[in-house]
């Protein structure tokens, strides 16, 4: 079965042919990072505009990239939830049309189930992932952390999730305020290295034993570290300086940034991890999954690896699968087809929303 996906939940445009759920023929992102970037963060007004310019050139690239006509296509698959609801509307009416000129169904996926399912992704000549459940999956993004039980594809439980910031939040808002810009994720990442980890003690919330995240506290901490560095804010403002590399920097030269950046991210990575081990030892999971787009952060696998339990199977996405892509939606649209799950005109969008199989 191929199945078309497009995903347009937030700044990226993308689409991708995906075989029987696994297999990737063609995935291609159109990003809207250099528009954002200006803004210090997603403008929402902005990022639907640019996915309705990008939208068919993309569509059309992954359909030639994997050589694939209207014929070949079995379903299409979108994104309907949770995300900007402008920028969602235009890949579900888009998947709507297609669908309906092609006489093909629609299948509508919950963005995270997507994230999900990215672990099982694979190129054609690879071998399929055996991951067996039961799993739990560390579903770090932009605007989710969440721990959860997978009893299979479709079964998910929550056990855990954060009780303010996300942690890709908090790597854009530490970002922020680092002067690094957006995306936060990446950029901290970059300006850790040749930093300690170790140079600064900051807080990790662990909020007594339970599986639950906490990462507000940790940016104010963040906020006392660089106040002592803040040039003073007297000099001429820069007119038409929008972009981070032309406006003036905002603290002393002697700020020590990768030591900040290093301690900073390893905070976060440090609870992440724990937690992640402590829900599998709690319920004897086999296999460990991370998705979304933290899952990228090099530091967070390194420690996952390092401290997994003995025996237990550990799995991440490909670097390019982790931060959001349509040839996870296209593979989680697979199983919902399966299962006779498909969507029809009325399908909506949801800017909110929970993982649907979800039994909290
Ligand atoms: O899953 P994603 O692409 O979009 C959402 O669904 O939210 O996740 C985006 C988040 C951002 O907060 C970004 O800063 C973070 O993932 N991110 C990273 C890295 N790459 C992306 N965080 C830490 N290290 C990275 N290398
Ligand atoms: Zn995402």
């Not at 399929?128 to 998910?156: I, K, N, Q």
């Not at 920097?249 to 937690?275: F, G, H, M, Q, W």
């Not at 390194?302 to 025996?311: I, K, Q």
């Not at 009325?346 to 649907?356: H, L, M």
Request: charged residues 20%.
């Amino acid at each position: 079965m191929i199945i078309l996906g497009i995903e347009t939940s937030c700044d990226e445009t993308a689409a991708a042919v995906v075989e029987n759920g696994e297999i990737v023929h063609s995935d291609v992102i159109s990003s809207q990072i250099a528009l954002h970037r200006a803004h210090g963060g997603v403008v929402p007004e902005l990022a639907a505009r640019g996915q309705v310019t990008a939208i068919i050139p993309v569509i059309q690239a992954a359909m030639a990239e994997a050589g694939v006509s209207n014929d070949d296509i079995d379903a299409v698959a979108v994104t309907n939830r949770p995300g900007l609801a402008g920028s969602l509307l235009v890949g579900v009416n888009a998947a709507k049309a297609f669908a309906w000129s092609i006489g093909k169904p629609l299948i509508a996926v919950n963005h995270l189930e997507g994230h999900v399912h990215a672990n099982w992704l694979r190129s054609p000549a690879e071998a399929p992932h055996d991951l067996p459940f039961p799993a739990v999956c560390l579903l770090v993004s932009g605007g989710h952390t969440e721990l959860l039980l997978m009893t299979s594809a479709h079964d998910y439980e929550l056990l855990g999730e954060t009780i303010d910031d996300a942690a890709g939040e908090a790597f854009d808002k530490g970002a922020r305020l680092l002067g690094l810009g957006y995306p936060g994720g990446p950029a901290i990442q970059r300006a850790s290295e040749g930093g300690s980890p170790e140079a600064f003690a900051f807080p990790r919330s662990q909020l007594g034993n339970s599986l639950d995240f906490s990462f507000s506290g940790l940016k104010t901490s963040l906020l006392r570290q660089v106040e002592g560095y803040r040039l003073p804010d007297d000099r001429p403002k820069q007119t038409g300086a929008i972009f981070p590399e032309h406006r003036p920097p905002i603290y002393r030269d002697d700020l020590p940034l990768a030591d900040l950046a290093a301690s900073y991210e390893e905070a976060i990575v440090d609870v992440l991890a724990t937690k992640f081990v402590r829900a599998v030892e709690q319920t004897g999971a086999r296999t460990m999954l991370i998705a979304g787009g933290v899952a990228a952060n090099r530091r967070l696998r390194d420690r996952v690896e390092e401290s997994a339990p003995a025996g237990v199977i550990v799995s991440w996405p490909r670097f390019e699968f982790c931060t959001d892509n349509a040839a996870m939606i296209a593979g989680r649209a697979w199983h919902l087809a399966q299962r006779g799950e498909f969507g029809d005109f009325a399908t909506d969008v949801y800017p909110k929303g929970p993982i649907v199989h979800a039994n909290h």
